[in-house]
Every structure is written in C-alpha cells, then in structure tokens.
C-alpha cells in the first residue's frame, strides 16, 4: 500500500500552506518562530487539525478517510515544507545574495574588500558597481513596482545546484546509516513517536481526559497572553526571563547569556526522554556557566566563540568533542559501514545477506557513489565560485561528515528540538593558520557559504530524511516510495519557498521585517571576514588547540566510561551539545522535566510514568496548535501575536 491521489494532493496542497504560514510567521510577524524546530510547531498544530477531521470524515464518506501511512507522508510532506522555508534553507538563502550589498558604505569599505572577488552569476546585483542597486534597495525598503524575478532568476539557479548537491549528499548519507542506527542500535528517534502514536492510536489519544487537561493548560497560557497583546488589561503569564538580570555581584556576574524559557510544549516533550540523558543535558549545560564563575575567580580574560553565543574555550570543547564523536560512531558502525562499501564497490550481487539493500531508501551503491559525486561537486562549485580547492574539500567534509552527522545525532538520540552547533569549519582552520591566509576570494564567497549553510544549523534537513527513515520503518512503508515523495517535495518546497520569500520583502521591505534574517544572519560572516582581509587577526589561537584538546580529552573518558559501566549517567552527547542555542533556549524545559520525571520514576514506577504520559502529549499539541491558531489570527485580523518560548 502506498498513497493515494486525493491524499497526495492535499499533501501537497498543506506543503504550500506550511510554505506561506511559516514565511508569514516568522518573517512577518516574526514573535512566532513556527517552523525552525526539527519538531515543527506547524507541522504538529496542523497534524493536530487534521486527525481531528480525519476522524469526522468516515460520517461523509469512507473513502476519504486517510489512512496511517498516508497520514504519515503528508507529515513527511509538511516537515520538509517547514524546514526549507525557515531556518533550513530560505530565510538565509535569498537575504544572503542582497544583504552585502545593502549594507556597504564607506564606514566598512565593503565595496573594496569584497564586491572585486563576487561572481556576478551568485548575485542578483552588479557586483562592479559600488552604489547602492534598485533590485537590493527596493528588497530592503519595499515597493509597489513589479517584482524583479528575471534578476533573481540566475543567481538562484546557480545556488539551486550546489543546494540539491548538498541535499542528495545528505539523502544518500542518511541511506547509509539509517540500518545502523535504527536497527543495529535501535536508537528511539524521539521526534517522531509521538505523530506516530498521534496517528496509529488516535481514539486513545482523543479519548483521554489526561491529554485533554494537558491541552487546555497551554491553551489557556497563550489565549490569555494573545489577548494581552491586544487588550492591556487582560492579565498575562511571563514565559522568559534573563537569569543574569539576578545575578549582579561578581562572580556571579560573568556568567554568559543565560534566559529561562517556560515552554510547556518542552517540559511536556522532555518528559517522554530517559532521565540519564536529560542530567546529562543540563548538567554539562551549568558546568558551561561554572567555566565562566570559575574565569572570573581566577581573573582570566575570556573571549567569545566568533558568531556564536558561547565562549571561546567552550566552543572549541565543542569542536573537540564533536570529532571524537563521529570517529566513535564510525568504529560502532564499522561492521555495518563494511557490508555498505563492500556492497557498494562489488560488480556481483549482494555479496553479504546482511548488507542488503533491497527495501533501502537508495541502493548502496547510489548512495555511496552519490555520497562521493556530490561531495565533489559541492567542492568543484565552491572552487568556481572562488574557494581554494583544499579549503573547499576541509568545509564540506566538516560540515558534512561531522557537524551535520553530530546534528543529526542529537535529534535521533537525543530527540533535541533543536540542531545548532557551536563552530563552523573555518573555526578549525584558525587552530592551525590565521584566516587571512585563505585569500579575499576565498573568504568572501566563504561568506556567503557561512550565512547560508554552516553558520545556523537549525532547520537542518539531514534529520528530517533520517526521521522519515523511521517513520517508513514503523508503519512498513516502501522506502522507494518514500524517496519519490522525498523529492517531489523538496523541489516544490524550494520553488513555493523561494517566490514567497522574494515577494514578501519586496511588497513588506526586509528592513520592517524579523530582524536575525535581513539584518543579522546575512552580514555577520562578511563583518567577521572583513578584520581578516584588513589584516587585524594575524596569528593562529593557542588557546583554541589547549582547549580543542580538552575536548578531545574530555569526550574520550566520556565514551569510555559510557561503555563499560551501564550506571554512568553522563552522555558524550551532553557534553558535545552544550554551548549550543539549542539548550541555551531548552536547558531549563529540560531540567524541569527531570525533576518532575525522576521521583515519578523512583516512587510510583513506569506504570505511573505511561499513566501521565498523556498529559504531557497534551502540553506539546495545546501549545503548538496555539501557534497555529494565533498566527492565522494574526494574518486575519492583523493583531499582534503573544511570544512563544523557542526563539
């Protein structure tokens, strides 16, 4: 069985309505960032919507009625729609080919230092001319003239390649490790349990007062806040504060960044996580803030991590643990990854039972072989566009083989909502050389490369092809189908994507819209560029090898106490994600759900656990429909809409 017609067009009629509500909400109202997550609030609030019908249709008509696989590749559908039209690819796409231009002036020398080594086929400006151009003034500052989609044709044609070369490349990387992770070491994809209990158990779910209790406390949370926006005098829950705005006396006062989200929706997810992993989390989370009381005792000058929200000695923990982490799924997986290329580079049938690849989302050898050609490509492009070939190669490998294998760890694992790291593959370079030795050429195309893919992990669509992985498993869907559901919607998500992400600037003006996209996001790579080619950092940083090999060091022993005694609580996976965004926005969801989940545990037993299990499920779907429902009340009424904690 697969999908039928009717089933998939209203996949695809909900891909473009994901498209123009997570464009809308994020950019426009930008107060609800709805589609970012790996765990979508508007593929969640919606998948809520339509088992509902789902469930009222049988009294119209039968055969209308979706069935669990479809309703599983619509959800598929809709996820690869929120991902590419949000922080996954669009909101740092199209800004990126414009900002630069935008906020040249004389005051940065922009127009000097980077304009001579743009390619003009990358842009839609002149990159010869130093004044200010129609198509990027009007982008930034709206109009009502016609929209200039001939000048944007070309340059997204040209960014279209390298795009689906590093799409395919994940495609066929999650082809490869999808039977080691999901059958070998049968890690729980966390992420994707609950749409499926959501879509195999709906009269469970629909019939349970507990989940009912849960969804009426974040309805009533953001109705309250929603209308307070509106009407002053309705009361309000406060659902962020600053923990430094507390913390005034020194040490205490060196502390990084440090805010409180209530999410019930996290509480209520991470409750669904073993306990060990969630100590983990939050314990490696404060013993960053600890490295910073720690600094300030000893009176140590502390420098921050270049465009990102941690510190320097911490993000390169990070990048240290990141390495060791992959070599470690590597050597787990060495069996499985053997059969693969053994697979893969044989002229003969299968030459191992175990390594069949039968029912996989590709053969191995398309994967494999496609793994290569697209990496090569990827590298061949950035060497046109004007990267050195060698520092091509070392960008694409980290950001593939270990950033985004790290990311997507973290979510099939770990089940984090979010994917953000804490370094980008130029941070490794500066161990061993300065930057500027790469050359302007390289640094500014790199530019354009950090902004668009390396920097801003969220969104990332690796954990989606892995997620669909095992939903395919689950309902016992055929992979190939599920591959050409795959691509047809990631090519119409691109398009819809990309013309509702120029028309809305261009009638609203970028300038008046979310600030991180048009005015953050796409120039901070080119001013952290800009002190290289104007020769202000010179030397490679000591401080970043001693602490890289801490963290080295420090993951090593983590692995290997993990492995040898089943009691050790502490996750190398902890300890590689905390600097990030991810659990500076979840770090206080989490701990909660552990001092709620663990005397659960302890004194009432996994039965209290599954009994309570529903109104935590019901936390998650109250707050995220709430989103839904106050971004089409926004769009309607053009009202402003309340703060949802996941920023």
Not at 181 to 189: A, G, R
Not at 602 to 615: A, D, I, S, V
Request: with cysteine; aromatic share 16%.
């Amino acid at each position: 069985m697969g999908i039928s017609l009717p089933a998939l067009l209203l996949g695809i009629l909900l891909l473009v309505l994901v498209c123009f509500i997570v464009s809308y909400a994020e950019l426009v109202i930008s107060y609800i960032q709805i589609g970012f997550l790996q765990f979508p609030p508007v593929v969640i609030g919606l998948l809520f919507f339509i088992v509902i019908i789902n469930r009222l249709i049988p009294r119209l008509n039968q055969r209308l009625k979706l069935s669990p696989r479809e309703l599983m590749l619509i959800y598929c559908m809709m996820l690869i729609a929120s991902l590419i039209s949000s922080r996954g690819l669009m909101e740092k796409l199209i800004p990126a080919l414009v900002a630069v231009n935008y906020f040249a002036n004389q005051s940065n020398n922009w127009a000097d230092l980077f304009f001579p080594y743009i390619k003009d086929w990358l842009v839609p400006f002149d990159p010869n001319r130093k004044s200010d151009q129609k198509t990027v003034i009007d982008f930034y500052e709206g109009t009502f003239d016609a929209i200039p989609w001939q000048k944007w044709m070309s340059p997204l044609l040209a960014w279209s390649i390298v795009v689906f070369l590093i799409f395919f490349a994940f495609l066929c990387l999650a082809a490869i490790i999808r039977k080691q992770w999901v059958e070998n070491e049968k890690l729980s994809f966390p992420l994707v349990q609950l749409p499926l209990e959501f879509a195999n158990r709906e009269r469970l779910f629909f019939s349970s007062r507990l989940m009912w209790l849960g969804f009426a406390l974040p309805t009533l949370v953001f109705s309250l806040n929603g209308l307070h926006a509106i009407f002053p005098q309705v009361p309000s829950f406060q659902l962020r504060y600053v923990l430094n705005n507390y913390l005034s006396e020194r040490p205490f006062n060196s502390i990084f960044y440090t805010p409180i989200f209530l999410s019930l929706a996290g509480i209520g997810f991470f409750y669904l996580l073993p306990t060990q992993l969630l100590f983990s989390l939050w314990f490696f989370f404060l013993l960053t803030r600890i490295q910073d009381v720690i600094a300030s005792l000893f009176g140590l000058r502390v420098s921050n991590m270049p465009l990102y929200p941690t510190r320097l000695h911490i993000g390169y923990q990070v990048a240290g643990a990141y390495i060791v982490l992959v070599i470690y799924f590597v050597y787990t997986g060495l069996p499985h990854l053997k059969n693969v290329f053994r697979t893969a580079l044989s002229w003969h049938q299968k030459v191992n039972s175990k390594a069949t690849d039968e029912n996989e989302l590709l053969p191995y050898s398309t994967a494999v072989w496609g793994l290569i050609l697209s990496l090569l490509g990827v590298v061949l492009w950035m060497t046109y566009a004007g990267v050195h070939p060698a520092f091509a190669l070392l960008q694409i490998v980290v950001y593939i083989g270990i950033v985004a294998v790290v990311m997507a760890r973290s979510t099939a694992e770990a089940g984090m909502l979010m994917t953000e790291t804490s370094f980008r593959p130029i941070d490794i370079y500066q161990i061993f050389a300065a930057k500027k030795t790469l050359g302007p050429s390289s640094l500014t195309t790199l530019s354009f490369f950090d902004a668009i893919f390396t920097r801003d992990q969220r969104g990332l669509i690796l954990t989606t092809f892995l997620d669909s992985l095992k939903i395919s498993q689950s309902i016992k869907l055929n992979r190939r189908l599920l591959l050409v559901v795959i691509s047809l919607s990631t090519v119409l998500a691109f398009i819809c994507a990309a013309l509702i992400h120029l028309w809305l600037p261009y009638r609203q003006g970028g300038n008046y819209m979310y600030s991180y996209v048009y005015r953050a996001n796409p120039i901070w790579a080119f001013q952290d560029n800009a002190s290289s080619l104007e020769g202000l950092q010179t030397t490679s940083s000591l401080t970043a090898l001693i602490f890289f090999i801490v963290g080295i060091n420090v993951t090593t022993i983590l692995i290997v106490m993990r492995s040898l005694y089943w009691w050790w609580p502490l996750y190398p996976l902890g300890y590689a994600l905390s600097a990030s965004w991810s659990l500076i926005v979840f770090w206080f969801p989490i701990l909660v759900a552990w001092l709620i989940k663990t005397p659960i545990l302890k004194y009432g037993g996994l039965g209290h656990y599954l009994k309570l299990r529903p109104f935590f499920l019901g936390l998650i779907f109250g707050e995220f429909s709430m989103a839904v429902v106050w971004t089409a009340i926004s769009w309607i009424w053009g009202v402003p809409a309340p703060f949802f904690p996941w920023p």
